[in-house]
């Protein structure tokens, strides 16, 4: 079982989703108490249904729109782009101006549901149909024990540095979400080309 371990395909792919719910699972748990002193308890929990409804309408439109043949992996990046794009918006926003501050939220919430649904898909394209189930576990388990934690060490965060500090997070690692499907990509891609 270890072995798995060794291709570049399921450690890019683990490490791509571990990531990218560690940023939101760690962001959401601090999201509505981050936005209530700026917006108001009220409008901060309306705030928080755009979220959800965002994550929605994001996940049915990459469901419609992602033709059968498509890169999945760059369809997730372009989804993380999206969350960096929307909590950069949130942390520049913040205080500031309310609807870059509802913007950044609803980009930030297209991303949501696709973080747990594309990498399973790609994981139907890439791996053999009698590994994919041990690789979807393996991932899903891997990001897990990862996000378990991301509460915590966003609120340490948000003591020791404020509450932009998590926003800025965040995007940070969501792009290095990004960053980690890139890499098993440009592998895979490789390894095509050397193939004579």
Do not use: K
């Amino acid at each position: 079982a270890a072995g798995i371990w060794r291709d570049a395909r399921l450690r890019t792919l683990a490490a791509g989703m571990a990531l990218g719910l560690f940023a939101q699972v760690g962001l959401v748990a601090h999201l509505f108490s981050v936005l209530a002193p700026v917006l108001g308890a009220q409008e901060a929990g309306f705030a928080m249904a755009l979220a959800t409804a965002s994550a929605i309408a994001g996940r049915t439109l990459v469901g419609w729109v992602m033709p059968p043949g498509a890169d999945r992996r760059l369809v997730a990046c372009a989804c993380y782009g999206a969350q960096v794009a929307g909590s950069a918006l949130l942390f520049a926003g913040l205080g500031r101006s309310v609807p870059l501050t509802l913007l950044g939220i609803g980009l930030f919430g297209a991303g949501i549901g696709n973080a747990t649904s594309l990498p399973p898909l790609i994981a139907q394209v890439e791996f053999a149909r009698g590994e994919v189930a041990r690789v979807v576990a393996l991932i899903v388990a891997f990001s897990q024990a990862a996000y378990a934690f991301a509460p915590l060490a966003f609120g340490l965060l948000r003591t020791l540095a404020g509450d932009g500090s998590v926003l800025a997070a965040a995007a940070l690692v969501q792009a290095l979400a990004a960053g980690a499907f890139l890499m098993g990509r440009r592998r895979r891609g490789m390894e095509t080309a050397s193939v004579p």
